[in-house]
């Protein structure tokens, strides 16, 4: 191939995320025309769906059918557990910090310095059962919008900090004074801070273009967590966190899950680790 359609959405944090993976590619492959295209989500638009997930990738996903792009880039936490037929995930390339950070106030830059009765927002299931599992002294109040709306709402007052994916911060390139939580505080969501890289199945020639980009732990690592999630019915209004990180010839998974979820999917914590198991056997 000597030019590729790359397809993202138009937010500042999409296109950032775009253009490290295109960035990587012209590296890859000296002479590679890369084309953006950006395209306009239901998500974007402000349009609800039975899915959270399904409102941000959707017209990517068709467009790639059409085969008005070639790739998509997605956010892999923001992408449903299964591809639409005639697409899969291509290539995962090398993942951010996956982890939560807390953004604070200058009179409180930690979550460590939060206050009695403090007031954090985010308007994550998982972030508030962790927030509140971790300090029930807090008060979570819901904030929504992207990366830079938020912000402006914890400098207008009324916050004392949000919690934000390190990912997105490091990409956006932001300078602002940020507290990654450790995992045993907060186990980040599915996915997070990694990329996938869609595109149509039938395509040799994109498989053989993106093939350096995958990388097999990532790829292993993103994969068990996407599985344990679609097995456990997690979506985005699902209080679920799972990180795998690879370990030598070990994969280390650290799983949330609160009441709410035992209760939906109805199994036991020791069904839950069989399931887990079941999974990681699958993957190696």
Sequence with gaps: MTRLRLGTRGSALARAQSRRVAEILERLHPGLGIETVVIETSGDKGISAPDVKTAFVKELEEALLRGDIDIAVHSAKDLPEESPEGLR?????????????????????????????????????????????????????????????????????????????????????????????????????????????????????????????????????????RRLAAALGGGCSTPLGALARCEGEAVRLTVFFSGLLTDRSGRSPRELDALVERLRKRLT
């Design 89 to 225: 995930i291509l290539a995962y390339p090398e993942r951010e910090d996956p982890r939560d950070a807390f953004v604070g106030t200058e009179a409180c830059r930690t979550f460590a310095e939060l206050p009695r009765g403090g007031v954090v927002g985010t308007g994550s299931p998982r972030r508030k059962a962790q927030l509140l599992r971790a300090r029930p002294d807090l008060r979570v109040a819901p904030v929504r919008g992207n990366v830079d709306t938020r912000l402006r709402k914890l400098r207008a007052g009324g916050f004392d900090g949000l919690v934000l994916a390190a990912a997105g911060l490091k990409r956006l390139g932001l300078e602002l004074p940020s507290d990654p939580l450790p995992v045993d505080v907060m186990v980040p969501a599915p996915g997070q801070g990694a990329l996938a890289v869609q595109g149509r199945d039938r395509r040799d020639d994109l498989r053989s273009l993106l093939s350096p980009l995958d990388i097999p732990a990532v790829r292993l690592e993103v994969e068990l967590e």
